[in-house]
């Protein structure tokens, strides 16, 4: 493979070993080529300064601005000395702060009229903001006038920096290596660039780095969002190449089997939206190479009857259909909803069983022995042309008779090894349906699930409530948490059923020091919240059956708790027998119970958009209308409340999707962390550059299907095996 040695020269070689651990441990980068791909995240014009009204508390930041005045005080009766200097930028102004020794170097250049970089961290002292002992860079330049103007319309660029690594020794660093940009091969074929008219990759570097003009910006970015958004496309069009070279068995639906008789006695039809997207699973399963399908939605679409209906397909095409669900209590749930909704159909090989009958069997790591091994035993005979499970499945000893098709329930919860190892379980490569929870926008479903062919449901099957959502904020109005609590019993004495939902169990094993947040998109939330551990389900419960919900049958639901214990609970829930579910995010997906009409959610800010849309997608599920009420703490004016103001303000997944990923990171979408700090994406946005990811995914298909192996482009291949190193190529590869 020809690299370039001098972008993989690491960085300790160029810029010594202190500067290269710190750039190594903090922004994880390692060569020369890391660092030049190292952007910056915006320019500053030295004419038009930062404003220091806008500066947030507790933050580093780095600011352009003029001294004002400087002057030294004493203080412990003259044996301490301090140096406050006020800085300006037109717009404010901000106090900066060296004590003892540290006061020579600054009041000997910090004088009024000279301007400086100046970073630190932003705090408060008596009302006021300032930043103590402040790194700086002076800016003044000591030359004729025209040099003075072309200094002072430069644009400087502000690198992501760190702790210890200011953005000015980023930019140093970077013009220690800027010269070897010159031998980074070009990884976009001519013809492609040429056609797009894009520049070059050693020129975009330069520009990126180093522009003149905010139009040598826009070229460069432009170019350099088109590399990450066409290698990312060609790993992903190589995946969807090398699938149709694998043979499958085609699955056509059998007339007058089981589907019919099913169908026959459906008490609704099927909504239009339901019926498209039939058609596209059915087209796929009846070809000879593997279909890999991810079915999206809205909440309550109605994606789990689309599946099954898909499933009993297969089975009348002589194979069987699994479904992975992510935890025991989905798998329990979808088992109960698939055996009630197939009736006598699913009980094959018993007496009621009907003619075209086959069985429905449940498979889950604490099953008992008699009782697993008569589910493996149906499974390697074929017996049961449906198994519903969890990891369970994926065991070495479970043999599959045919196994025809795989459904994903719930794909990001699933690790890749072990999708992979359920789609090694078939003869031949069985065909795949994953489906997601939340809706996610189209950009993202082409580069999340870009090796997957989309369907998506946008239509609520009729007799689908609309959901009320409240922000209650429990700190400020506390009377509004006692009224929450007045709209729980009211509606229990009308005979429905609530959720109260909180992020931790609080039965002592989950102490805050060792808990992780309700989600990855929640970590940031958490951040911004205070440091009080969130309300835990044992405790809540609690509070609730000795004070305002005294009297109403309360049951507590969560992860560590006995399988059957858990069954039992959900068992009551859905019978009426329970009037309020306090529970943990375990009811999050696939739960149903119509009779259901109010959730709260307690520390929602807690929760990322999207699991919020997802838990209260649980209500509203039947012909009265439903409640969800999100009580935070969080101050009003931060993002936090922000967040939940989103989810109360529109019932549109696909809108909230684009929300929750704005405020995600975007996080790396090849990776499997759904919020990642150091995205493969450094330029590339999701959300806004759709057009760019369109045409590349256009452009990659093209370039693929002309030369799969790439062995006319040497340069593209070496960027996807840089881009793919092996824990991403593993995760494309088993996706």
């Not at 409240?470 to 009224?483: E, G, N, Q, S, Y």
Request: charge should be negative; proline fraction near 5%.
């Amino acid at each position: 493979m020809d690299r370039v040695p001098a972008l993989d020269e690491p960085l300790k070689n160029t810029l010594g070993a202190p500067t290269a651990k710190v750039m190594a441990d903090h922004l994880d980068l390692h060569t020369v080529g890391d660092l030049l791909h190292h952007y910056p995240r915006r320019y500053a014009e030295r004419g038009e300064l930062t404003r220091l009204t806008e500066l947030p508390l507790d933050e580093h930041v780095t600011v352009f601005a003029q001294v004002a005045d400087a002057r030294v005080l004493t203080f412990n009766q003259g044996r301490g000395r301090r140096l406050e200097v006020n800085i300006t930028d037109g717009s404010g102004r901000l106090q900066l702060v060296f004590f003892g020794k540290g006061i020579h170097k600054p009041h000997k250049e910090l004088l009024p009229g000279r301007r400086a970089m100046f970073a630190g961290k932003v705090s408060a002292f008596n009302q006021r903001l300032q930043l103590a002992h402040p790194t700086y860079e002076l800016l003044d330049a000591d030359t004729d006038a025209g040099a003075v103007e072309a200094w002072a319309n430069q644009l400087i660029p502000i690198y992501p920096a760190c702790k210890g690594l200011e953005s000015w020794k980023i930019a140093k660093a970077v013009d220690a290596v800027l010269p070897t940009a010159r031998e980074a091969a070009d990884p976009l074929p001519p013809a492609l660039r040429d056609g797009r008219g894009l520049t070059t990759l050693p020129d975009a570097l330069q520009k990126v780095h180093r522009p003149q003009t905010k139009d040598d910006v826009a070229v460069a970015r432009s170019r350099l969002k088109w590399d990450e958004a066409f290698v990312l496309q060609v790993a992903l069009a190589r995946r969807r190449y090398a699938e149709t070279q694998l043979p499958a068995v085609a699955r056509k639906p059998v007339a007058g089997g089981l589907l019919d008789t099913f169908d026959a006695g459906l008490p609704f039809t099927l909504t239009e939206g339901q019926q498209k997207v039939t058609g596209e699973i059915f087209a796929g399963l009846a070809t000879e190479h593997p279909m890999h399908r991810l079915l999206q939605g809205e909440v309550g679409s109605g994606k789990t009857m689309v599946a099954l209906r898909a499933m009993l397909a297969v089975v009348d095409a002589g194979g069987q259909a699994a479904m992975l669900a992510p935890t025991e209590v989905l798998a329990q749930q979808h088992h109960r909803s698939i055996t009630e909704m197939m009736g006598e159909l699913a009980d094959g090989g018993t007496l009621g069983g009907g003619e075209q009958a086959t069985k429905v069997v449940l498979l889950t790591g604490s099953m008992g022995v008699a009782a697993r091994r008569r589910a493996l035993l149906d499974l390697v005979t074929g017996e049961a042309g449906l198994v519903i499970g969890t990891h369970a499945l994926i065991e070495d000893k479970v043999q599959f008779h045919d196994l025809g098709l795989v459904v994903v329930d719930e794909q990001h919860r699933f690790g890749v090894e072990q999708r992979d190892a359920l789609r090694s379980k078939g003869k031949q490569p069985p065909h795949l349906l994953v489906m997601t929870a939340t809706p996610i926008p189209r950009t993202v479903a082409m580069t999340v699930f870009g090796d997957l062919e989309t369907s998506v449901l946008d239509q609520l099957p009729a007799g689908r409530s609309p959901i009320a959502t409240h922000v209650v904020p429990a700190k400020d109005k506390p009377h509004f948490l006692a009224r929450a609590w007045e709209r729980v019993r009211e509606e229990a004495e009308n005979g429905h059923q609530a959720y109260v939902v909180c992020p931790r169990i609080g039965d002592g094993d989950d102490e805050p020091k060792k808990r992780k947040p309700a989600s990855d998109e929640a970590a940031a939330a958490e951040a911004e919240g205070d440091k009080r551990p969130p309300v835990a389900v044992v405790e809540i419960a609690e509070q609730l059956r000795k004070g305002p919900l005294r009297g109403l049958r309360i049951e507590l639901l969560h992860g560590r708790m006995a399988p059957d214990d858990k069954d039992d609970v959900m068992r009551r829930f859905a019978a009426g027998e329970v009037d309020v579910l306090v529970a943990t995010t375990v009811i999050e997906v696939g739960v149903n119970v119509p009779n259901a009409t109010v959730m709260v959610i307690m520390d929602a800010d807690r929760f990322g958009v999207s699991q919020l849309h997802q838990l209260r997608g649980r209500v509203g599920r039947g012909s009265a209308a439903g409640l969800c009420l999100l009580v935070s703490e969080a101050h009003e004016a931060g993002p936090a409340r922000a967040r939940l103001g989103a989810v109360a303000a529109t019932l549109d997944g696909f809108e909230l999707s684009r929300i929750d990923l704005e405020q995600r990171r975007e996080g790396d979408v090849l990776g499997q962390a759904q919020s990642g700090v150091r995205s493969s994406l450094r330029m590339l946005a999701v959300i806004e550059d759709e057009e760019v990811i369109a045409a590349a995914r256009e452009e990659a298909a093209q370039v693929v299907a002309a030369d799969p192996e790439l062995t006319r482009l040497p340069a593209l291949r070496t960027a996807l095996d840089a881009l793919l190193d092996q824990e991403r190529e593993r995760y494309l590869d088993k996706g």
